[in-house]
């Protein structure tokens, strides 16, 4: 894989609770512009909270930009609104939602990138949406999920991906850029911060259709000791698969944790149509059951390492924006893997075969008829290959 850049430093922020406080001392300190980009902006008391330091920012003269997803923020909620614009806060939408009862192919091609650029110089990338992790009930566990915030030359990257969307969103929106709302150059040749090899990927429907998935099967097809992928969606491609079990008869271990407290029930039950398969090659999967998993990480080999927005399903590698960072580096993949460690210590249950045989024949129907559906209507958008189903 090309792409990677020297001289990083990425630093692991797990859930919510370590990754808004940094973002909001980021957005404190910025001087000159902050860049948010964001699939969920939820009015509830941690949006409001990121939304004020948005809104001050603003106030001291930062140029502020922020960029929702017309699905995930419905086109952004007016108390939101009447905090940030009134500050001088640019506000745009990405393919907004007007007419939710009509089904066309491009309403699926959503923003799902979490990314944040401050001056050019910080950055922050994960899985980590907007809102409160905990929905407003202060006794749960956050949300289970990563980001990271990081610094040297790889943030130009970043400030590149999006400067070039905000200048997307506003010329298909107004027809224009507005002479009013310049979009400074992406910083070039920032000075290295860390020894740390880091490579920033995107997906879109243009250059980069397939540049997260290709790097995981890279990753995958050298590794030799270890495979541990957190994913909140895994419903992997035939190529996908194919790849783990090829690990598998190279002896690789491989462990997959997965949700296990379902956000949407459909999608459990067709990711669940897996499992016979994987746990008959020796493939380990654990259900995280704490609270939600929302995670899109992977550590492999102790080596390499990725931290993003995009989940192993079609959606995510065939339809959606997407942002990972990948890591080469033993310090941070230790860290990240420590951290899944943890996770699946203290709230994984791993399914057997035994599970699977015990599992009742309506609930196997469910996951059958949930896959089958899946399939076919990812078939119907048009966008996949065979392999993808």
């Given at each position: 894989?090309?792409?990677?850049?020297?001289?990083?430093?990425?630093?692991?922020?797990?859930?919510?609770?370590?990754?808004?406080?940094?973002?909001?001392?980021?957005?404190?300190?910025?001087?000159?512009?902050?860049?948010?980009?964001?699939?969920?902006?939820?009015?509830?008391?941690?949006?409001?909270?990121?939304?004020?330091?948005?809104?001050?920012?603003?106030?001291?003269?930062?140029?502020?930009?922020?960029?929702?997803?017309?699905?995930?923020?419905?086109?952004?909620?007016?108390?939101?609104?009447?905090?940030?614009?009134?500050?001088?806060?640019?506000?745009?939408?990405?393919?907004?939602?007007?007419?939710?009862?009509?089904?066309?192919?491009?309403?699926?091609?959503?923003?799902?990138?979490?990314?944040?650029?401050?001056?050019?110089?910080?950055?922050?990338?994960?899985?980590?949406?907007?809102?409160?992790?905990?929905?407003?009930?202060?006794?749960?566990?956050?949300?289970?999920?990563?980001?990271?915030?990081?610094?040297?030359?790889?943030?130009?990257?970043?400030?590149?991906?999006?400067?070039?969307?905000?200048?997307?969103?506003?010329?298909?929106?107004?027809?224009?850029?507005?002479?009013?709302?310049?979009?400074?150059?992406?910083?070039?040749?920032?000075?290295?911060?860390?020894?740390?090899?880091?490579?920033?990927?995107?997906?879109?429907?243009?250059?980069?259709?397939?540049?997260?998935?290709?790097?995981?099967?890279?990753?995958?097809?050298?590794?030799?000791?270890?495979?541990?992928?957190?994913?909140?969606?895994?419903?992997?491609?035939?190529?996908?698969?194919?790849?783990?079990?090829?690990?598998?008869?190279?002896?690789?271990?491989?462990?997959?944790?997965?949700?296990?407290?379902?956000?949407?029930?459909?999608?459990?039950?067709?990711?669940?149509?897996?499992?016979?398969?994987?746990v008959r090659d020796g493939i380990e999967v654990h259900e995280y059951l704490t609270t939600f998993l929302h995670a899109k990480v992977a550590v492999i080999d102790g080596l390499w390492a990725t931290v993003g927005s995009s989940n192993i399903d079609p959606?995510?590698?065939?339809?959606?924006?997407?942002?990972?960072?990948?890591?080469?580096?033993?310090?941070?993949?230790?860290?990240?893997?420590?951290?899944?460690?943890?996770?699946?210590?203290?709230g994984g249950l791993r399914v057997s075969e035994g599970d699977l045989v015990r599992t009742p024949w309506l609930e196997r129907a469910k996951s059958w008829f949930a896959l089958r559906l899946g399939r076919a209507f990812v078939g119907l958008t048009g966008?996949?290959?065979?392999?993808?189903?």
């Amino acid at each position: 894989m090309t792409g990677f850049l020297e001289g990083n430093r990425v630093e692991l922020l797990e859930t919510g609770d370590a990754y808004f406080p940094a973002l909001e001392r980021a957005i404190a300190a910025a001087r000159r512009e902050v860049h948010l980009e964001t699939y969920i902006f939820a009015d509830d008391p941690t949006g409001r909270r990121v939304a004020t330091a948005l809104a001050a920012a603003a106030r001291r003269g930062v140029v502020v930009r922020v960029l929702v997803d017309g699905f995930g923020a419905v086109n952004l909620l007016p108390p939101l609104r009447a905090m940030l614009e009134p500050a001088g806060v640019r506000v745009a939408v990405f393919r907004p939602e007007r007419a939710r009862f009509r089904l066309r192919r491009h309403r699926l091609r959503r923003m799902h990138r979490k990314l944040v650029v401050i001056d050019g110089s910080v950055g922050f990338c994960g899985g980590i949406n907007v809102l409160d992790d905990r929905d407003g009930r202060g006794d749960r566990a956050p949300r289970f999920d990563y980001a990271v915030r990081v610094t040297g030359p790889v943030v130009a990257d970043m400030h590149r991906a999006v400067r070039r969307l905000w200048m997307l969103v506003r010329w298909t929106s107004l027809g224009r850029i507005r002479r009013s709302d310049p979009v400074p150059a992406p910083a070039e040749n920032l000075a290295e911060s860390g020894g740390q090899r880091v490579a920033f990927l995107t997906r879109d429907n243009l250059r980069n259709r397939r540049s997260i998935e290709e790097a995981y099967l890279l990753a995958i097809g050298q590794a030799r000791k270890e495979i541990f992928i957190a994913c909140a969606y895994f419903l992997p491609s035939r190529g996908f698969r194919e790849a783990l079990r090829e690990a598998r008869r190279r002896g690789v271990r491989v462990r997959l944790l997965l949700q296990g407290v379902p956000e949407y029930l459909f999608v459990r039950y067709a990711m669940r149509a897996f499992y016979r398969d994987f746990v008959r090659d020796g493939i380990e999967v654990h259900e995280y059951l704490t609270t939600f998993l929302h995670a899109k990480v992977a550590v492999i080999d102790g080596l390499w390492a990725t931290v993003g927005s995009s989940n192993i399903d079609p959606f995510s590698l065939m339809l959606s924006r997407e942002a990972n960072v990948v890591v080469e580096d033993p310090a941070f993949a230790r860290e990240l893997r420590s951290s899944l460690e943890r996770a699946l210590h203290a709230g994984g249950l791993r399914v057997s075969e035994g599970d699977l045989v015990r599992t009742p024949w309506l609930e196997r129907a469910k996951s059958w008829f949930a896959l089958r559906l899946g399939r076919a209507f990812v078939g119907l958008t048009g966008y996949a290959r065979r392999e993808d189903l």
